[in-house]
């Protein structure tokens, strides 16, 4: 199989001592792939596939480290086909088009079919993918994509109608504590002498804290015994104390631009609704953990505390507000819990998405076409040529009246006792519902 940025016969060759272990211990073989049963146990429709040689174009859709280019590489031994490797990154039209070249001479004179392997695709411009359509269509290639990315958003429909889409899920901390163990046992590097005693409880921290990501545990092992062989060279030895001094702290899978993103706001929102406090303040510091822009998870919690605790509680959105200005008054960390004090109390609070409801509706009439005129007795009449004509005539003044309240319509012609606001009997929205019902009885009750 070749690469076109394969260097080892060129100028450049890369020394053995510069291959990371995450490179050493790629599996070549498909027994030796740990994780990933949901697609690869026995029975599993790709692993019958593979096992027989056949292979389609695939789009590998999952986390950094869960074997992506591994289960490619694997899948193009397997059927016997050239594999060429891109990177989306440093790629473009003009390396597709010799990866291409290439595939068709493979087939022309040695008719060996090609598998064409694109890391990030989704880093590739709409242009960049159109490019491999017709290759793909023609069979030139067997497309093979991986992207950390949710292709729905990232690679155009074109493409996803020739592909099967194929989610990886990030390794399970069993299957990690297999790929340490491994390493080892056979990476002859971490097994050379004098030979370094690695306390259980040490790789089981790793598998633990690289949060489903098998490359970043096998570098973390990896200097764990570097720094363990400078520290003490006779005698190597390394516990959990020194891969709690390397990793600092668990790793956080969270894009800050990516669908994670998305995701983690959602499931604050969601538990926050659902009146969870504890399930909140874990995705709010899952968030916070992760490196988000706290403005951002406010403006958020702004938009909850009028859209989903609403007048049931109408302090919410003060406070809310209040939390906004002291987290630009104080700073991180220490407003961090301005933020954990807001998404409790709005988690606990009251529940009512009447206004949200009452904003779809009137909208939905306003932007029906029609445009009555507003009401003379609601017009301003600041001249003298105004009232003339009328403007503000019968206006009735409230405050004049008993209770500071007249029955009047505020409404144009052909929307007299329209109803948008419907004020639920939750919290505090329960004493504005019976106010509204006895100001306006004809109106219905706050349940229609």
């Not at 792939?33 to 027989?52: V, W």
């Not at 060996?112 to 990030?120: Q, S, W, Y």
């Not at 023609?138 to 292709?151: H, I, K, L, R, Y």
Request: contains cysteine; aromatic residues 8%.
């Amino acid at each position: 199989m070749t690469d076109l940025f394969d260097f080892s016969s060129g100028n450049l060759k890369v020394s053995e001592a510069y291959q990371p272990l995450a490179d050493r211990m790629r599996p070549e073989k498909l027994e030796d792939i740990l994780g990933q049963e949901h697609i690869l146990g026995q029975g599993k429709p790709l692993r019958m596939l593979m096992q027989a040689g056949l292979s389609g174009s695939i789009i590998f859709w999952g986390p950094p480290g869960c074997g992506k280019t591994t289960l490619a590489r694997v899948m193009a031994k397997h059927s016997d086909a050239e594999f060429i490797q891109l990177s989306a990154v440093t790629s473009g039209v003009k390396d597709l088009k010799a990866a291409f070249e290439q595939a068709y001479e493979l087939r022309r004179r040695l008719n060996r079919k090609t598998m064409l392997f694109v890391d990030e695709i989704h880093r590739f411009n709409k242009a960049q993918q159109d490019a491999l359509l017709p290759h793909i269509e023609s069979g030139a290639v067997v497309f093979v994509g991986a992207t950390t990315e949710n292709p729905s958003f990232e690679v155009i429909s074109a493409l996803l109608s020739r592909c099967q889409v194929l989610i990886l899920k990030p390794v399970a901390v069993e299957a990690l504590l297999n790929i340490l163990l491994r390493a080892v046992d056979t990476d002859r590097k971490i097994g050379k002498e004098p030979k370094i005693s690695i306390d259980e409880s040490a790789l089981e921290r790793i598998a633990q804290m690289a949060a489903g990501d098998a490359r970043i545990a096998l570098n973390v092992l990896e200097t764990c015994c570097d720094v363990a062989r400078q520290q003490s060279p006779e005698s190597p030895a390394f516990g959990a104390e020194l891969v709690a001094e390397t990793f600092q702290s668990k790793m956080l899978r969270y894009d800050k631009g990516g669908e994670e993103h998305y995701n983690l706001i959602s499931a604050l929102h969601k538990s926050m609704r659902g009146s969870d406090p504890d399930a909140s303040l874990y995705w709010l510091y899952r968030m916070i953990e992760g490196g988000e822009d706290c403005r951002f998870i406010l403006r958020r919690m702004i938009r909850f505390a009028a859209e989903d605790v609403g007048m049931a509680d109408p302090f919410a959105l003060t406070l809310a507000m209040s939390a906004s200005q002291a987290y630009d008054y104080i700073g991180p960390p220490e407003a961090h819990l301005c933020l954990a004090q807001l998404a409790v109390y709005l988690a606990a609070a009251p529940k009512s998405n009447a206004l949200y409801r009452a904003e779809k509706l009137v909208k939905q009439v306003i932007r029906s076409g029609q445009e009555p005129s507003v009401p003379f007795h609601l017009r301003n009449a600041p001249t003298g040529l105004m009232r003339e004509l009328g403007y503000g005539h019968e206006y009735r003044y409230p405050h004049d009246f008993k209770g500071g309240f007249i029955d009047e319509n505020y409404f144009p012609d052909g929307l007299e006792n329209s109803r948008f606001y419907k004020p639920t009997e939750h919290g505090k929205e329960k004493l504005t519902a019976e106010r509204l019902r006895a100001l306006w009885p004809k109106r219905g009750s706050s349940r229609d």
